[in-house]
């Protein structure tokens, strides 16, 4: 099956240059980071988080909240922003969240928010940026 064709699309070594070994692993590899390591997850400034491949913001600070998975977490992603494609990666049955412009990979949505919305995007800190307000 074919990758979809997103409107960003660089060659492996351009990612690899713009975003370093980490980042790289997991938007391009569709890696996680390790539980509690990630530098937004206890972050909770007022700002924006935007793709770390392509700028394209994706969540705002309001929809943040601590979850206790050891990954930043949010309720709410900004319209448009995510794509969401079915993974049944290591035995497991989830719905993979990638940016829609770069289609670099962001994590998991879940269906265990604690808030009206019902659901848990579950992001890796290597994957965003943020921007204080």
Not at 35 to 42: D, E, R
Not at 75 to 83: N, R
Request: proline share 5%; net charge negative; aromatic share 12%.
């Amino acid at each position: 099956m074919d990758k979809p064709l997103y409107p960003i699309r660089k060659s492996e070594d351009d990612w690899k240059d713009q975003l370093g070994p980490e980042s790289y692993r997991i938007l391009r590899q569709k890696g996680t980071e390790f539980p509690h390591t990630g530098k937004y997850n206890l972050h909770f400034d007022n700002g924006e988080y935007s793709c770390l491949g392509c700028g394209q913001l994706l969540f705002k600070s309001q929809s943040k909240f601590e979850s206790g998975c050891g990954w930043p977490s949010f309720d709410q992603a900004v319209d448009g922003a995510i794509e969401y494609l079915k993974d049944v990666s290591h035995g497991m049955q989830r719905v993979e969240i990638v940016c829609s412009q770069c289609g670099g990979h962001l994590g998991h949505v879940f269906n265990d928010g604690p808030t009206s919305s019902g659901l848990r995007y579950c992001v890796n800190s290597a994957s965003i940026d943020f921007t204080k307000s």
